[in-house]
């Protein structure tokens, strides 16, 4: 009996002993996240409007990106912070730094002094993500959400995150620079309503037009573009709807245009917070900035520039202001090669 276990165990350590070939890393380990590209090319173009932030290496900033829905990388964050986490921890540190600190989501965890457990979530900075911590059940700060979903709710939407990092109304539908000292952003040399938007020749893109509106220097107007996006960099004189366009540039052009417009339409009523008690995140189009903005829903009362969702306010409002000229709001722009069509005119 001992001489079959000896056997045995013999041939087992000749079976161990003989080499095998190293197994290759999965391509999640080997492939740079920050060098991706947000969508993978070819993928299908969606039609969503879903406000996220990617890293771009050549720049070594993180920039505002739409995304449509579809094909998205992990190339792809919810917040600036989030992005700079991944990518550019230097431009973390710098961008907290220039950030209000006394807002709620810039706050610090206090989980209280107390000694009760409570499950909450709060806004890491250093992760730009809603993490989990107990709270103690007194003392702490406004950086304390009862769940997730919240916490996402009201810091990833944060407009003065947004405002803080950098960006203006310009950026809304494009895939815009976030602010940095960079000499080669051009929003940060030029006038962006002196710049002209130019397509590339046609051989060199095959995808649906999208139309856009841009400032005339010229005119000092804004003109529907038909826009094809596939450049590095969608050009900073280009938006929406013409209300952000003249919001922009040419401020008495944009009470001119408010005052012809049908102040009974939806996307033109005031904010209205209603006259209860609840509190609802939810999005109203503010027709002085051409932008769908945050505020906070009471439950009742109220009217009908009420959206539940940042998406759902620009496809009602940008196709509702223009229904005349068929603005509609096409599959979202994506970066695709290296270059930028922006020229500069003359005033």
Known sequence: MLRVIFSLLCAASIVFAIPY??????????????????????????RGFFRRWTYDIKTETCATYIYGG????????????????????????????????????????????????????????????????????????SNRFATEEECEQECYDFPNFWQNSGITNSSVGLAASSSSDSQTNVEDEVDVCSLRVVNPGPKRCKINTQRRWTYSAKTKACEIFEYIPCTS??????????????????????????NESDPTSP????????????????????????????????????????????????????????ESDSITVDSAPFLASDETNVEITGA
């Open 267 to 322: 996307c033109m009523q005031p904010k209205a917070a209603g006259n209860c008690r609840a509190s609802f995140h939810s999005f109203y189009f503010d027709k002085k900035t051409g932008m769908c903005t945050a505020f906070t829903y009471t439950g009742c009362g109220g009217n009908e520039n009420q959206f539940s969702s940042e998406e759902e306010c620009y496809l009602k409002c940008n196709n509702v202001l223009h």
């Open 70 to 141: 579809c094909g998205g990388t992990e190339n792809l964050f919810q917040t600036e912070f989030a992005c700079l986490a991944k990518c550019n921890k230097p431009g973390l540190q710098k961008l907290i730094s220039k950030s209000d600190l006394t807002a709620p989501c810039m706050q610090p965890k206090a989980e209280g002094l107390c000694r009760a457990v409570i499950p909450s979530f709060y806004f890491d900075v250093q992760t730009g993500k809603c993490t989990m911590f107990d709270y103690s059940g007194c003392h702490g700060n």
């Open 233 to 258: 960099k969608d050009p900073p004189n280009l938006f929406l709807n013409e209300y952000a366009c003249l919001a922009n540039c040419n401020q008495q052009g944009l009470q001119k245009l408010i």
């Open 21 to 46: 070939p190293a197994t290759k890393k999965g391509n999640n380990e080997e492939v740079d996240i920050c060098a991706l590209p947000p969508v993978n090319p070819g993928s299908k173009a969606c």
